[in-house]
C-alpha cells in the first residue's frame, strides 16, 4: 500500500471485447456478424507485446477486467476509476444510423450490466451516436436513467462537423439538464481527418493526431460559445496534456479581439476568461515541465488526474507517484488535481445510485 492520499483516476481504460458487447443487441441487428466499429491502420501499439500495463492484457472478460482494476485501485489508494472505451467509441463513426444507434445502446448496457454492476468503484462511461444528435440525447436519457452512467466519451475523430455546432445541442442540452459531463477524448482513428495521412509511422500519427483532433472541437466549442449557451454544462478534454493551453488560448484571445464581435458573438468575454470561468476540465500529465505555469495560468481546479491504464502510453504508477511528490506544487493544489477535481467533475458522491438490473 502506497503513503499518498486517496485519488479518483479520471480516465483509465478496459479492452472491451465485440463479442460481450454484440449479447445486447436488439433484432435484427444481431444477427449481423460485420464489426462494431469502423477499423484503422493496422499499427502496433504494443510495439511487439513490449509497451503497456503488465498483467492486464486484451482478451481478458469484463469480470477479470473488474478484478484487476480493483487490485490495482487497492494497491495504489484509488477511491474510484473513471474507465473509457478503447474501441466502442468508434461506433460513432458507423455511417448506417441505425446500426450505429442499436451498437450504441448494446454497447452501454454492456458497461453497466458487466462493468458497473460488479462495483461501486468502478465506472465505465458511454458511447453516443453522435452523427444523429436527437437519438444520441435519446441515448444518453436512456442510459443515465435507466443504466446508471456518469458521463459518455466523444472521440475526436470520424463526426461530420466540429462539436461547437449547433447540431450537437440536443446532446449537450441534455447532459446539462441530468447534470452529467461530456468527456472529450483524445485519439487516432481516422487520422487522416486531420492530415495525419501523410505521416508514416505509428509514431508520428499518435504524436500529431491526437492533439491537433482535440484543438479542433476545442477551438470550435469555445468560440461557439458551447460553455456559454450550457453555463453549467461540465466538459473535459482529455488524453492530450495540458501545457498547450497558454500558448493556445492566447491564439485565441486575440483573434477574438480582432474579429470576437462578428465571428464569436457568444463570447463577451476573452476565450482564456470563459475557460477559466466555466466548468471545464482537462486531463495532464504530471512530467509536463511547464505544468505549475499552466496550473497558475488556468486555475488548478480545472484539471483532473488520468492513469491511462492499461495502454501502451500510460506511465502508470510513476505519474502518480510524481504528482504527489512534485516539488513545485503545493499540498492543496496536489489534492484538487488527484481527488477533489475528479469527484466534482463527475458528481462522484452519488455515482453507483442507479444501476442496471443483471
Not at 509511422?201 to 500529431?208: D, L, M, R, S
Amino acid at each position: 500500500m502506497v503513503d499518498w492520499p486517496p485519488t479518483i483516476d479520471a480516465d483509465g481504460h478496459v479492452l472491451e471485447r465485440q463479442q460481450d458487447i454484440r449479447k445486447y443487441l436488439e433484432a435484427p441487428w444481431n444477427r449481423r456478424q460485420t464489426s462494431l466499429w469502423p477499423s484503422d491502420q493496422p499499427f502496433d501499439t504494443e510495439l511487439f507485446d513490449t509497451l503497456g500495463y503488465r498483467g492486464y492484457e486484451r482478451g481478458m472478460s469484463p469480470a477479470q477486467q473488474v478484478e484487476t482494476w480493483l487490485k490495482i485501485m487497492d494497491e495504489y489508494n484509488m477511491e474510484q476509476a473513471v474507465l473509457f472505451p478503447t474501441g466502442s467509441g468508434n461506433i460513432a463513426k458507423l455511417r448506417e444510423p441505425e446500426f450505429c444507434v442499436a451498437a450504441c445502446r448494446a454497447a452501454n448496457d454492456h458497461f453497466a450490466k458487466e462493468y458497473n454492476a460488479l462495483s461501486d468503484r468502478i465506472h465505465c462511461v458511454g458511447v453516443l451516436p453522435l452523427k444523429q444528435p436527437q437519438e444520441a440525447a435519446k441515448e444518453l436519457r436512456r442510459a443515465v436513467t435507466e443504466r446508471g452512467m456518469i458521463s459518455f466519451e466523444l472521440l475526436s475523430m470520424g463526426l461530420p462537423t466540429a462539436l461547437g455546432d449547433p447540431m450537437y445541442d440536443p446532446i449537450y442540452e441534455e447532459a446539462q439538464r441530468l447534470d452529467v459531463p461530456i468527456s472529450i477524448h483524445g485519439n487516432r482513428s481516422a487520422s487522416h481527418e486531420v492530415g495525419a495521412g501523410a505521416l508514416r509511422t505509428f509514431a508520428e500519427v499518435h504524436t500529431y493526431t491526437f492533439p491537433v483532433g482535440m484543438f479542433l472541437h476545442f477551438t470550435s466549442m469555445i468560440f461557439q460559445g458551447v460553455p456559454v449557451r450550457f453555463p453549467k454544462l461540465r466538459i473535459a478534454f482529455l488524453e492530450i496534456g495540458a501545457t498547450w493551453l497558454p500558448y493556445w488560448l492566447d491564439r485565441m484571445d486575440e483573434h477574438w479581439e480582432l474579429r470576437g464581435e462578428f465571428e464569436a458573438p457568444h463570447l463577451k468575454k476573452k476565450p482564456s476568461e470563459v475557460v477559466r470561468e466555466s466548468p471545464i476540465y482537462f486531463s495532464l500529465e504530471s512530467e509536463e515541465r511547464l505544468l505549475p505555469q499552466t496550473i497558475d495560468y488556468i486555475g488548478d481546479n480545472h484539471f483532473l488526474y488520468a492513469s491511462d491504464i492499461p495502454h501502451w502510453d500510460g506511465e502508470f504508477p510513476k505519474n502518480l507517484e510524481y504528482l504527489w511528490k512534485h516539488p513545485d506544487l503545493s499540498r492543496a493544489t496536489k489534492e484538487k488535481i488527484a481527488y477533489h477535481n475528479g469527484k466534482e467533475y463527475f458528481k462522484l458522491n452519488g455515482a453507483g445510485a442507479v444501476r442496471a438490473s443483471a
